[in-house]
């Protein structure tokens, strides 16, 4: 029987810096594998370099693409990257690096803020696609399938199922927060906690059999037309699968103001051995 770690055994934060090295601790874990990162850890560490590479205040995430490309270890990464600025955009491309190996990519959009007077009256989202808010929900989401201990979903991030049943196959919807520093001595931004949060839309409206099927994410691409407000993220997500084993999930973003954004996951299916 597997027990909740005790506060003492859980790390300070998900990554600490050394030098020009990101030292994962197990928090960074994910569900198939103890010595693979889930994929919330590496979106959420390259939108905070794709955030420090701009000294200027005033800009903010507009786009973050991952590309997994390999299974991203437990073990000391370095990131390399290139910088392309004009007016009002930044557009970088980061390499995350175990060793010589690169195992995984980010293209990140960057907007200089501007103030705008808008018109009142601009349509707004249809309350039927509202989460009810993290104050008003009151369990915590537990995905068939993924273990429990310390790890990034069971341990680095607090949850609250939203709507529908996870138990069930089928769309569904959660709140996340992350409980813990992403990276030692540097506070959670609103970046982070999006790409943190963002991953999780998969294992959140699952609609094949966990112990028969694996549908891990090969990419995740996020597009916020906001800064989220607050520290909680909430997702309504839903996934299609084909025979061929390729599969989609879409995720709807928020925080408790409304729509944030949306996210797109690419899912490799396969049957488990």
Not at 113 to 136: F, I, K, N, T, V
Request: proline share 11%.
């Amino acid at each position: 029987m597997t027990h909740p770690p005790i506060e003492s055994e859980r790390p300070a934060a998900v990554f600490t810096r050394e030098g020009e090295a990101w030292l994962p601790s197990a928090l960074s874990r994910g569900p198939w594998d103890p010595r693979a990162q889930h994929g919330g850890a590496p979106s959420a560490l390259l939108a905070h370099v794709s955030e420090s590479a701009i000294d200027e205040p005033g800009w903010q995430l507009a786009r973050l693409t991952v590309e997994l490309v390999k299974p991203v270890p437990v073990a000391p990464l370095a990131t390399r990257f290139s910088m392309q600025s004009a007016r009002s955009t930044t557009r970088l491309t980061i390499e995350l690096l175990a060793g010589d190996t690169l195992v995984a990519r980010g293209h990140a959009l960057m907007l200089r803020g501007q103030a705008l007077a808008l018109p009142d009256g601009l349509p707004g989202p249809s309350p039927a696609r509202l989460l009810p808010a993290p104050q008003d929900c009151s369990e915590p989401l537990r995905i068939p399938g993924l273990p429990e201990g310390i790890s990034f979903y069971a341990t680095a991030v607090d949850t609250l199922a939203a709507q529908g049943d996870v138990s069930r196959p089928g769309p569904g919807a959660a709140w996340f927060r992350l409980a813990v520093p992403l990276v030692q001595g540097v506070p959670n931004s609103p970046a982070m906690r999006a790409a943190a949060a963002a991953d999780f839309g998969n294992g959140l409206s699952w609609v094949l059999p966990p112990d028969r099927f694996l549908f891990s994410n090969a990419d995740l691409n996020l597009h916020l037309h906001r800064a989220p407000a607050g520290e909680w993220i909430g997702l309504s997500s839903e996934t299609q699968v084909d025979a061929s084993g390729a599969g989609l999930t879409l995720s709807r973003l928020y925080d408790e103001r409304g729509p944030i954004g949306t996210a797109v996951q690419t899912l490799v299916v396969r049957e488990r051995n």
